[in-house]
Structure formats: structure tokens, C-alpha cells
């Protein structure tokens, strides 16, 4: 795992974190020494804590208690990147609860969070950005995802069959997949496997391949892309104009007006 700081203040401190393609084993158990917020910009892995397994891809949000311990494994070689925000107590302690710890663990976040989240990496690098306006963002994004509400209550026999399948379409996101073979994958009927994954992730499978595609393309805009058409088969929409429809209904812009945004 590598570790690059973006911004330190006495508010938060921002890291990019990323492991790189081919990491596979389980990490050491880690415990954690502030209260953080880890927003994933690409790949998936999952976070095992004592209180189950989470699949984090990237329209998930990670929300960790200062003192909690956890593992890290990679389902696939592909590797992932995250942003990860810390906070001194002081700073996060109106959206705690009576046991001095965050709420939620593992939250889904939306479009628009997603899109905030790498505004804020936007602002950063444009630099040179005041520590007041990066402290406001960053505390803005957290508390707006805070507000956000859990993953849907699903059977326990279900989660690991909805966890496989999302880690399917994590790695598998820009191809043009078919049901029947993403339910072989996970070993149930297609059938199922819609109204199970609906029920558990709020998102149809094809709607959740949709998020993924956004997200890639938020942070290729994020990064300054400027070649749109090939950002859009890089995707996996079927041209430019596919994607141009697919972000504007989802964030109620083009992508090119997105990128001006993204960049603060």
C-alpha cells in the first residue's frame, strides 16, 4: 500500500492511498488512530472488520471510528485507489454518536457525492487553494454523506452472493455483459440474481454498471481529459454522445461543463 498526502491542516488531513495491480494478500490488521473517511476512486477490494465483510468499490463510502481494527483483501490484481480524509474528534463530533463513533460503517454514495468528492481532489491540485476553503469542502462532503442512507436490510444468506456479483461488475464495469453470464459467475439463476441484487444495492445491475461508468468518467474529467470520445469507449458507453445523455441525467450537466466544475 502506498500513501501520498495531498493536504494536512489541524481540520483534516487528505491522503491519496492506492495499492498497486497484482496486490493480493490480506494486509495486517490495522487499527485506526483518528476518525476517517475513505472515498474509492477505482478498483475493489474488501474491509473486514469484526463486524463482517464489506465490498468497497467506488460507490461506496468507508467510514471509520478512531480505535476501530480491520483487514484489507483484493478479490481481483487489478489494484485500487482511494481518498482518504482523517479528522481530529474535536472536528467530528457533532455527527457522532453517544459512543464517541461514527453512525454507519460502509455507506453507498450518489453521483453527486461522488462528483464532490473528486471536486475536492479538483481544488487541491489546482492550488493555490486557502486551508479555510479545502476544511469547509472536505467537512461538507462528509457530513452530506453522513446524511446518506444505509444499504438496503437484506437476507444473510443473499450478501454473499449480491458482494460477488459486485465485485464482478467492479473489475468488469466497461463490458458489454450479459445476465445469464454474470449469474453463472456468481452461481444462481438470472432471475434471482435481479431481484436479490435490486433489493440489497437499490440499483438494478445494469444501473450499478451505470454508476461505475460515471464514476470512471468523473475521474478521468477530475484529471483533465480532454479527448471525450475516447474517455467514452474507455467507459464502456458506446460513443460520446451516449455518455454526454448517461452523465447529464445523472449530474445535470455535460461532461465537458462537469470538467470546468470538477477543477474548482
Known sequence: MHVRQLFASPAVTISDVWCDPGHLPVSDLETEEAFGVSYPRTGVYVHRTSGGDVVVDPT??????????????HPTV???????????AEVVAPIL?????????AIPISEGIAARHRRLLGIIRRGPASTLEIGEEALAL??????LPPFPEVARQHRPIVDEARQYLAWRFRDD???VEIARAVGVSPFHLSRMFKRATGRSLTGYRTALRIRFVIDQLTDGADDLGRVAV???????AHMTNTV???????PSKIRIWLAG
Not at 142 to 147: C, E, M, N, Y
Open 234 to 240: 474507455e467507459a464502456g458507453f458506446y460513443d460520446h
Open 177 to 179: 455483459l450479459d445476465l
Open 142 to 147: 462528509v457530513a452530506s454523506t453522513h446524511q
Open 97 to 105: 454518536d453517544s459512543r464517541d463513533r461514527f453512525r454507519v460503517g
Open 248 to 254: 447529464r441525467r445523472h449530474l445535470g450537466d455535460a
Open 60 to 73: 461506496v463510502a468507508v467510514f471509520r471510528s478512531r480505535g476501530d481494527e480491520h483487514r484489507t483483501t
Open 78 to 88: 487489478a489494484g485500487d485507489r482511494n481518498t482518504d480524509l482523517q479528522f481530529p
